[in-house]
């Protein structure tokens, strides 16, 4: 598909799937569009935890084989991918479409501008109770496609969790649903290293 046939698409209700590297996505990605890093045989599950089997989807890669390929993968395993954007981002790029990104957060800034955001965590609930940013709310990835319209602040959200996989996810699905999202880069295990503080209680939901 070419950028025109993606706009369409996209203008009908389909979604980019960017399976990009997060840092990738964050510094340039379609409008709109959902982040989840192609690892390969875990394409599947990382799909179905993120978004429903009803929605038409675009697949976007670093290069058009490995997005081949995620097509047919996502394909036999049930999800409606209508194709994906031939040429990636260069292509979309080139075309002159409108490009958005994603603030990238590290865990000093966080903590040295702590007051200035709404954390939010998308790991899983018993990991956040093992660990966690105090005031931080609870949004595992599997939740985010429904609950991302839910989340409401008057400051941008950090998102974080231990890798970027699942956060990148997460703030693409905040950002998607219109909320000023950052991702915090090196995640919960960074600003465990940094000294920074640390609680273990029940989610904030």
């Known amino acids: 598909m070419g950028p025109d046939e993606v706009k369409d698409a996209v203008a009908a209700g389909a979604v980019v799937l960017d399976l990009r590297p997060p840092r990738l996505f964050a510094a340039a990605h379609v409008p709109g569009s959902v982040t989840m890093e192609y690892t390969g ?58 490009v958005a990104s994603l603030p990238l957060l590290t865990v000093d800034e966080l903590h040295e501008q702590a007051g200035d955001y709404l954390v939010v965590d998308a790991r899983e609930g018993f990991e956040y109770r093992h660990t966690h940013v105090e005031g931080s709310l609870l949004l595992p990835t599997a939740e985010a496609w429904e609950r991302a319209a839910e989340i409401e602040s008057d400051r941008p959200i950090a998102v974080i969790c231990d890798d970027q996989s699942r956060s990148a996810a997460v703030a693409s699905m905040l950002q998607r649903a219109g909320r000023d999202a950052r991702l915090v880069t090196g995640g919960i295990g960074d600003w465990i290293q940094h000294g920074y503080p640390v609680v273990s209680d029940e989610p904030h939901l």
């Open 41 to 98: 045989p875990d394409l599947v599950y990382r799909a179905e935890l993120i978004l429903p089997h009803g929605q038409a989807i675009v697949v976007l890669g670093e290069q058009d084989a490995s997005a081949h390929a995620a097509v047919e993968l996502l394909r036999g395993a049930g999800f409606n991918a209508i194709g994906r954007l031939d040429g990636g981002m260069a292509a979309w790029k080139a075309a002159g479409e409108p």
